[in-house]
């Protein structure tokens, strides 16, 4: 029955997790694109680019009402399904959760604010000042909470004595060594997942036949972004490889199927297990040295060298090469885009070229969905790395399994009737019959 209840928390806290995060990645990364936009509006005094920042304003209110439900659950659950380990973390990592909550009401202040004011100010530059705070805010939500995470990764700021904890230092345990890497992935890869996806919003409009100037501007400025943050999301993802190697090698190890500890060791892509073997891989040689330590030749400490109850899973591998091979696609697609548009060469406008473009928005949450999974299932066995094992740290209650059923219809509903009712928003609202009233109000 514990090893049961065991798996249930776990598979419902994963289910939540995987779903809320489609709903934090839009929190944090819209609120920027959002005040790009009219910042460049008001620049070029140009109407598309004011008119884009208003059209996502409205529909990022949707996906925050269901990031905040979604992120309330995650609140309740780390307290009913892990109460030993919030007995542990919450005297020692408190400060960040009551920090992000104070993060996400300065950003829901200035969000409604902003909102309400629409055409109230006589100088738009001051309702573009609004989106600063909300932006801020969004961005540090998501700091403070991959604070925690972090912390779940290199525990410290803290003793156990007896079993009991002393010399407790909040601030220390926020700054752990897991951290800027962390936070560093979480947002640029939030940032570039958004650009993506309203690239690929644009380009759909687009393949659909209505070849509005605005869906163009829209998807040069996207394209422009994620450029940027794709290319940013390789680095950051460069460091946190550097990290693992250096504190957690075990699970860079799992994630490579690197077995043995060696010199020059190879870096592997794709493949399959077969009875321990590994078969149809792609070997880059001496790269995961590289990778780890900037040496061809360094060592890189392999699962031998821990025991096995402490050897993450090996489907890590998997989120691995989904998150890397995507992220590589997403720099891919669109140099090639700026360059086509730069050297005016026609397939960029193609119909097979945009229907890649659409692609980049899901495949975007695809990518941030396995990066989770491989952070999450990476650190197994441990719910706080080297201190607290999962199974240590879980619920005994019975029952596990109907709340996720439950849960799992709840998170089904939420998601068909944000789509449902974002799809609504939209269509009853056009961009060409939206721009046509604004004109025609500006000319009276």
Known sequence: MEEATVFWSRALTELTLSFHIIFATLGVGVPLMILI????????????????????ARGFTITVAVGVVTGTVIGLQLSLLWPDFMELAGQVIALPLFMETFAFFFEAIFLGIYLYT??????????????????????????????????????????IVDGGLINIQPILAMFTPAMPTKIGHVLVTSYMTVAFILAAIAAYKLLRGEDHMYH???????????????????????????????????KLAAAEWHFETEEGADLILFGVLDEGEIKYVIRI??????????????????????????????????????????????????????VGKWRKWQWVESIWFRVLIVLSGPLSLVAIEAG???AELGRQPWILYGIMRTEDGATSAAGVEYLFIAFAIVYFVLAIGSLVVLHRMFKNNPVEKELAARQGGESV
């Open 285 to 338: 040689p001496k790269m995961l040295s590289f990778l780890a330590s900037n040496d061809f030749n360094a060592e890189v400490i392999g699962l031998d060298q821990y025991p096995e109850d402490e050897h993450p899973p090996l489907m890590t591998h998997y989120f691995f090469d989904i998150m890397v091979a995507i992220g590589m696609m997403m720099i891919v697609l669109s140099v090639a885009y700026l």
């Open 37 to 56: 936009a009219q910042y460049v509006g008001y620049k070029k005094n140009d109407m598309h680019y004011t008119m884009m920042a208003r059209r996502w």
């Open 118 to 159: 629409w055409d109230r100010f006589k100088n738009p530059k001051n309702h573009i000042l609004l989106l600063i705070p909300v932006a801020i805010g969004a961005s540090m939500s998501a700091v403070f909470i991959t604070i925690v995470n972090a912390f779940m990764n290199a525990p410290q700021g803290f003793d």
């Open 372 to 374: 989770w999974w491989l």
């Open 216 to 250: 163009k501007k829209s998807l040069f400025m996207m394209m422009k972004l994620g450029v940027i943050f794709s290319i940013a999301s390789a680095l950051v993802g460069d460091f946190s490889a550097k990290y693992l190697a250096e504190y957690q090698p075990e």
